[in-house]
């Protein structure tokens, strides 16, 4: 860490200083909940980033219940499968819930877009987009890459949803497959 000063602030407001003045509101009526980092639901939540989720809400969570790592997609990554290991391994989680949701942006990417990023910049990112075309198949492609996973201490309680976006209702999906 450096201990010089700051780097001057820009001159224009920007949504980052409404994020921030949001803060000074919330902390003014902040207490401290006097918990650990351990989840009490012992639950991690793995989702898309997708803004329409709001997943603490959709799930009924309360703060300090669960663990919840999003990224594009809700993809199962190697990454996603660090922060899983982590947090049954060192925070004491059992569960596993993945979140996937109609209306994804990955499905109107391809991995074109790799190719497509490699002609602008010159060089070709390590990691794939992604993308699909059946979110259902998705959701079991996340449930098996878990399930198979030699890291994760506990994989007995894992299932995979969609969340409509049109009307906030979750529906699971059978990792055996449809009409199973
Ligand atoms: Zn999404």
Redesign the pocket.
Known sequence: MSTSAPAPRPATDSVIDRLVSANRAYAAGFTDPGMDARPVLKVAVVA???ARLDLHAALGLDLGDAHTIRN???VVTDDTIRSLTISQRALGTRSIALV??TN???ESLTEEFRHDLEMEVGQRPNWAVEAFRDVDQDVRQSMQRVRTSPFLLDTGDVRGFVFDVTTGLLREIDPAGPEA
């Open positions: 898309c980033m997708d594009a997609g809700g996937h949701h994804c942006g990955l």
